[in-house]
């Protein structure tokens, strides 16, 4: 493959220390490409009044492939006071920059696989009989990126052209003598293209690598025409491929069953907030967010980025002690998606080795409490944990 242009931007606290640790095992598997570093975070946002420049927006338009390390997010009272006291009352407003990528590049494809590794000692573990069983936990969950709860149209004291609008539907009389000051409105808003896209792969998926069954897990029953749209959708796909069962879950009693049979989920499809909280849910069985790896995926676009936070308290700290899997099963997303597969399962290959071997962990897979004295109770560095990833490679 000839050499290709990855946008790389660490963003804040540990995406910093995690997305170089990613570079090392992409140079050692042979991946051949050049990388461009795009400013983007909290830094931009106090600086710029712009988390996400312009300047970085038009890299991944030049370049296609973006790898993301983590980003802060604060509260609209903090971002206000931490802005540069010049860009204060500009009209600024702090938003993600992940959620912009998403749609301003309409990558509107998010994938997150949530496997166990064996011999994690952070992965479920459930009772039965007298006895307990580690079930394997082997989903992937297709979350539609950018409508539904984060499509971003919302107001605080809403204009009065839209709070007629709503006047014209019957449920809005309980909310009809609320004052402005006092009333915050979101909209959540699906499309049936996106539905059908979204759902469309996850079918797709299910088919090429094998998943025994695709689950629409939604809440028709109570939000009817946006989670009836996706179900509505899902059945009529689900015709297409008749060898794989769709099977439809409302949000809350998943989040239950996933305690109890976790093993028999394997695709999963769902709208935007309730795709994230579905594949957060699915990564504490599989050990948390130190193995949550996603990828955003557009038409032309694509950013892959580790699902944990920035951490800034650990960011710091001198070795690191942060667990950095989850950023490199990040960048194998990337190498799958850009067909170096065999160079992928390469890394999770080692990945998986070493995690069976239990020889080298980091703080979380001990269960310590977060802090420089962990190492004197037996955890790795963050560069420990990719040496050990390198020399099974």
């Not at 580690?134 to 052209?161: K, L």
């Not at 194998?332 to 070493?354: F, N, P, S």
Request: aromatic content about 8%.
């Amino acid at each position: 493959m000839a050499s290709m242009t990855v946008v790389t931007m660490p963003g804040d606290g540990i995406g910093k220390v995690v997305l170089p640790e990613s570079i090392r095992l992409l140079n050692a598997v042979g991946f051949k490409a050049d990388y461009v570093h795009g400013d983007i975070g909290w830094d931009f946002w106090c600086s710029e009044g712009n988390a996400l420049p312009d300047r970085t927006i038009n890299l991944i338009e030049k370049h296609k492939i973006g790898l993301f390390g983590a980003i802060t997010s604060k509260p609209k009272k903090e971002a206000d006071a931490e802005l540069n006291p010049q860009l204060r009352g500009k009209g600024l407003v702090y938003y993600s920059p992940i959620v912009t990528m998403r749609q301003r590049f309409n990558l509107d494809i998010c994938m997150r696989p949530c496997i166990a590794f064996e011999g994690n000692p952070l992965n479920f573990i459930r009772r039965e009989g007298t006895g307990f069983v580690e079930p394997r936990v082997n989903a992937v969950i297709f979350r539609q990126n950018t409508e539904g709860m984060y499509s971003g149209i919302e107001w605080t004291n809403p204009p009065e052209q839209v709070r007629k609008a709503f006047e014209t539907h019957a449920k809005w009389k309980h909310f009809a003598n609320v004052p402005g000051p006092d009333l915050a409105v979101s909209l959540r808003v699906i499309t049936r293209g996106a539905a059908e896209r979204i759902i469309r792969a996850a079918f797709e998926y299910a088919k090429t690598f094998g998943y025994k069954n695709v689950t629409i897990c939604e809440k028709p029953n109570v939000v009817r025409e946006t989670s009836g749209m996706m179900e509505t959708v899902a059945k009529q796909i689900a015709k297409d491929f008749p060898g794989i069962p769709l099977w439809s879950t409302n949000i809350d009693a998943q989040m239950m069953w996933l305690t109890k049979n976790p093993e028999d989920y394997g695709v999963v499809v769902a709208s935007n907030l309730f795709g994230d909280v579905i594949s957060d849910a699915f990564a504490g069985l599989v050990g948390g967010l130190g193995f949550a790896a996603s990828g955003n995926i557009g038409r032309e676009h694509a950013v892959f980025e580790p699902t944990h936070g920035s951490a800034p308290k650990y960011e710091k700290l001198n070795p690191s002690i942060v667990n950095p899997i989850a950023m490199h099963l990040s960048a194998c997303m990337m190498l799958d998606h850009v067909g170096e597969r065999d160079k992928a399962d390469r890394i999770r290959g080692a990945i998986a080795q070493v995690i069976k071997e239990g020889k080298v962990r980091t703080y979380d897979m001990l269960r310590l409490p977060g802090g420089p004295k962990v190492f004197e109770k037996g955890a790795c560095t963050t560069q420990q944990m990719t040496d050990a990833i390198l020399a099974r490679m």
